[in-house]
């Protein structure tokens, strides 16, 4: 069982670089999010999809893109990337039925120096 | 504005020590509150908790909710060394379509 996979899991960038982070899950959810987590910060939503096709801003959507054209995918992207977007992001999917936890990928560490 | 407050921010104890560790919450429309153990890599589900004194339990890990305080607890007995780990509270607000609201987490180290 995959589950939520993240590629890549590291990636160092320079300021004003793009990159696009892919999240892949194989369980047919409907929901998929992106998260980042710094330290002594939790974590906290960038944008999130409630089905193919659709994607939504959360709390900290500023300088990130999204993009959700298959249901299994959720891609994140950064068009110009800055170092206050040196974090880890997690993806997580849940289901739409009924009330049920997220499941989260391992992470991508991402640098900018 | 909602918030999610989780204390203590660390705790270092030995082996064998109960811990327990808090959440408290100011949300509107509380759907329910959700534990994840957080170690090297992605966090794990633990626990979700939609009634009000009810206690969940897993083994050495149980959890209870208090809707009309508006907190949790999370209580690790008898702890080990593999119970060190990063302890991440959520609320899901049953308006926002699956969206959770993290708590900054407790961070927990077990010494032997």
């Known amino acids: 069982n995959a589950g939520v996979t993240q590629t890549p899991k590291f990636r160092v960038l320079k300021t004003g670089q793009s990159m696009t982070l892919l999240c892949a899950q194989d369980?047919?959810?409907?929901?998929m999010y992106w998260y980042r987590q710094d330290p002594g910060m939790g974590l906290r939503l960038i944008h999130y999809?409630?089905?193919?096709?659709?994607?939504a801003k959360g709390e900290v959507p500023d300088g990130y893109n999204v993009s959700r054209l298959k249901k299994q995918n959720f891609l994140l992207g950064l068009e110009s990337a800055a170092p206050s977007q040196t974090s880890v992001y997690f993806c997580?999917?849940?289901?739409?039925?009924?009330?049920?936890?997220?499941?989260f990928g391992d992470g991508t560490r991402l640098s900018i120096l | 504005e909602d918030k999610v407050v989780q204390s203590p921010l660390s705790l270092v104890v030995h082996e064998g020590d109960t811990v327990t560790l808090n959440c408290s919450y100011e949300?509107?429309?509380?759907?329910?509150l959700l534990w994840y153990k957080q170690e090297k890599k992605a966090p794990t589900f633990l626990f979700m908790l939609?009634?009000?004194?009810i206690e969940k339990k897993s083994g050495r890990l149980s959890s209870i909710l208090d809707k009309k305080e508006l907190f949790s607890i999370l209580n690790i007995t008898a702890t080990q060394t593999g119970d060190s780990a990063i302890y991440l509270c959520?609320?899901?607000?049953?308006?926002?379509?699956?969206?959770?609201?993290f708590g900054r987490g407790t961070q927990l180290t077990v010494w032997p």
């Open positions: 997580a999917s849940s289901y739409l039925q009924g009330h049920q936890p997220q499941h």
């Open positions: 369980m047919n959810h409907e929901y």
């Open positions: 999809s409630v089905g193919e096709g659709t994607t």
């Open positions: 949300v509107t429309n509380f759907r329910s």
């Open positions: 939609t009634s009000s004194g």
């Open positions: 959520a609320v899901d607000r049953g308006s926002t379509l699956g969206r959770l609201y």
